[in-house]
């Protein structure tokens, strides 16, 4: 009986329908993403009509919808051809509905392409759902006999059956879902995040300082050991064999994948089990609050850390061979980020303490014997930091009792309290963060509601011997000061280190009851929702990224260039963001620009004029507003005399009105200002 279980099809294995709606929104994520990116290719690349561009659009994303929802969702055989017929009646009726609504939309009414394409896309997937599940995927004949085999066998065997399905399809849906949270990179004209492209900046520079007289004459590369040294390395081995942006493209795909997987393998270490919701959750947590600043260093080194835990906790019962590899680890870790390395060590701490107290025979003796294996991974880490000219950072270790001191002397400690504690929930509730501070509200509280629901039915836990390590990542997220050594920002981290570690941490028993799976299929809804979002407010960019091309293309070769950005002016906001531009000049126009270049941080150094010009537009910190605070930097620019060029980007006349400067070229948010020696060499 038990034979005939398993080789019976498919078709009888999946007949619940909240199971089918999570794997449904997995696949139709994956087909709408591809939908919705060779349609506007087709139509802004190509010249395709809105009508043909829907065409193409379509097409592609039947071949994803019709593998993945035969395979997975309704786990029917692909090759079917009456299967395949009554799909394609159902495509060809979605075809109908899609290009009604664009012909409506975009002949009738008038609206924009952009926006036509999000209803379509949000219309036909419900539309193909329920045709598909009703009729192309309805159980045919051979399905009805495999229901027969299945109802005559012993009701644990089907499910066992069912469950071994299931556990050979995992890998194929993880690496589906992984690819789907991948597609708003790969599909972004450029990656908006704050800080990343300064880094991208400075990789370019160190690659090829030694060939460009010109990048010589401005930076000076140092290589010398740095707790964040370790994407420097990679990256500028990069840049000396891809183009700039593919390489910006690449990082990023490199380090979700060690985070995705690495977060995976660590669940499935720590709990014995691997879970599609853990996976739909680490996907979500790929787009996070770090990721928008463009702490790039420090996400890879916390993606290293889950893979330096999981092989802890596989390998810590064979120490002679688990510790010289964890040794390893450390350093890796420790020369990728500083504080990743700290937070590997709080994080292994915290799971020897849990084994501690789990254990029924507990020995001090055993305790100690781990506490020493634990501490000497860090002698490495500890050497190369005392090393380090980190080690030696203006402020020490952190700068907050003298902030604290200066503050409440100035009677602005209370505000300034206010002020982080407002912030510090923005950077709990964003942690996944997408470009609309609204959609992160509602997807937060709405997964927080769901994921309660589940712990409640004690369908969702985490293994007691987690608990030390969660408790730790919670206090890390209410006491940890904002900077540390020199580097600002460490306390934005710790809610994200807390999310990551609680979704490594969770137990997903198995459950047929409809509330339970009702509950992961909304997750799952959720996640396919902020990824699309995502991907769909990126694409936004594409006007704003040629806007800047036109304008930074009207500069001369090998200037040293200003940038200033009024368009930003809070962390905590939905408007696009500039930040990335700046940087960019170096790579793409060959000029010099500022980036992050402290020697106690990174291994560059500015130098000639262009240290010069930051060093002389460097303003003393100032009680005005942000936006004046930008002006009076803009000013301190003209009057030195040291910037050929400042690149602005934000309202061109409020640049008229206080500067008195016409723009060299103007477009969209962004103007060009010929000043300082351009200016002064200028009949």
């Known amino acids: 009986m038990t034979q005939q279980v398993e080789t019976a099809p498919l078709g009888g294995l999946a007949k619940s329908a909240p199971r089918q709606l999570l794997v449904f929104a997995v696949v139709g994520g994956l087909a709408t993403v591809t939908h919705f990116v060779l349609a506007l290719l087709a139509n ?14 379509y097409v592609g994303a039947v071949m994803i919808s019709y593998v993945g929802n035969a395979r997975f969702t309704f786990q029917r ?36 392409f952009q926006l036509t394409l999000m209803v379509v896309v949000a219309s036909v997937p419900v539309f193909t759902f329920v045709t598909s599940r009703l009729w192309a995927f309805a159980t045919t004949g051979e399905a009805e006999s495999a229901e027969h085999v299945a109802k005559a066998a012993p009701l644990g065997a089907v499910d066992d059956a069912r469950d071994a399905l299931a556990v050979k399809a995992q890998p194929i849906l993880f690496g589906a879902i992984f690819v789907l949270a991948c597609l708003p990179v790969l599909a972004a004209p450029v990656l908006p995040m704050i800080d990343y492209y300064s880094h991208i900046a400075r990789f370019f520079v160190l690659a090829h300082i030694d060939q460009d007289p010109f990048l010589a004459q401005h930076y000076r590369a140092h290589w010398q050991i740095l707790p964040n040294i370790g994407l420097d390395v990679l990256a500028t081995a990069l840049m000396r064999g891809l183009p700039t942006m593919a390489v910006a493209k690449a990082i990023v795909l490199v380090i979700f994948g060690l985070q995705y997987f690495g977060l995976l393998a660590f ?140 503050l409440a002397s100035e009677g602005r400690l209370g505000d300034r309290i206010s002020e982080l504690f407002t912030y510090r929930l923005a950077t709990i509730v964003r942690v996944s963060e997408s470009p609309s501070l609204m959609l992160d509200i509602v997807v937060f509280c709405t997964a927080i509601g769901l994921l309660a629901i589940l712990a409640a039915r004690r369908k969702l836990t985490v293994p007691l011997m987690a608990m030390p390590s969660v408790g730790i990542a919670i206090l890390l997220v209410g006491f940890m000061p904002p900077s540390l050594l020199g580097v600002g920002y460490i306390a934005d981290r710790m809610p994200y280190f807390l999310a990551l570690l609680l979704v490594g941490c969770f137990v997903v028993q198995p459950s047929r009851s409809r509330l339970d799976q009702a509950c992961i299929a909304a ?50 906001e939905d408007a696009p963001r500039c930040q990335m531009y700046g940087p960019l000049t170096i790579p793409m126009y060959g000029q010099a620009a500022d980036i992050f270049a402290y020697g106690w941080q990174q291994p560059i150094a500015l130098a000639g004029s262009l240290e010069l010009a930051v060093h002389g537009a460097t303003l003393p910190p100032s009680p005005h507003s942000a936006k004046d605070n930008v002006f009076a930097t803009f000013a301190a620019m003209q009057r030195q005399g040291a910037f050929d060029y400042v690149l602005f980007c934000g309202d061109e006349a409020e640049v008229s009105r206080r500067m008195h400067l016409t723009p060299v070229a103007h477009q969209g948010r962004f103007s060009l200002y010929r000043i300082g020696r351009a200016q002064a060499a200028t009949p």
């Not at 010249?47 to 659009?57: E, M, R, S």
Request: hydrophobic share 55%; net charge positive; charged share 10%.
């Open 267 to 406: 669940n499935r270490q720590l709990t014995g089990r691997s879970s599609v919701l853990v996976a739909l959750l680490s996907a979500a947590l790929l787009y996070s609050f770090i990721l928008g600043w463009g702490f790039a260093n420090f996400l890879l080194g916390l993606s290293l850390v889950f893979w330096g835990a999981t092989w802890w906790l596989a390998q810590r019962h064979r120490l002679k061979l688990a510790l010289p590899v964890a040794c390893v680890l450390a350093a890796l870790i420790f020369l990728t980020h500083g504080v990743a390395f700290l937070l590997y060590g709080l994080l292994l701490g915290g799971l020897e303490l849990g084994l501690y107290l789990k254990a029924e025979n507990r020995s001090f003796r055993t305790l100690a014997k781990m506490a020493t294996a634990l501490g000497a991974q860090a002698i490495g880490p500890v050497l190369l930091f005392i090393w380090s000219p980190t080690s030696q950072a203006p402020g020490g270790l952190t700068n907050a009792g003298d902030a604290i001191r200066e």
């Open 77 to 112: 055989r692909v090759l079917d051809r009456a299967q395949f017929v009554r799909f394609g009646v159902v495509s060809l009726a979605g075809l109908a509905l899609g290009q009604a609504i664009t012909y409506l939309a975009t002949q009738a009414l008038h609206l924009p």
């Open 523 to 572: 997750l799952g809804a959720l996640v396919v929702v902020k990824v699309g979002w995502i991907g769909v407010a990126w694409q936004g960019y594409r006007s704003d990224f040629a806007d800047f091309r036109a304008v930074a293309g009207a500069l001369p070769s090998r200037n040293v260039v200003g940038f200033l950005n009024t368009a930003n002016l809070g962390r905590v």
């Open 44 to 57: 802004t690349q190509f010249g395709a009509p809105p009508l043909v561009a829907n065409v193409v659009g």
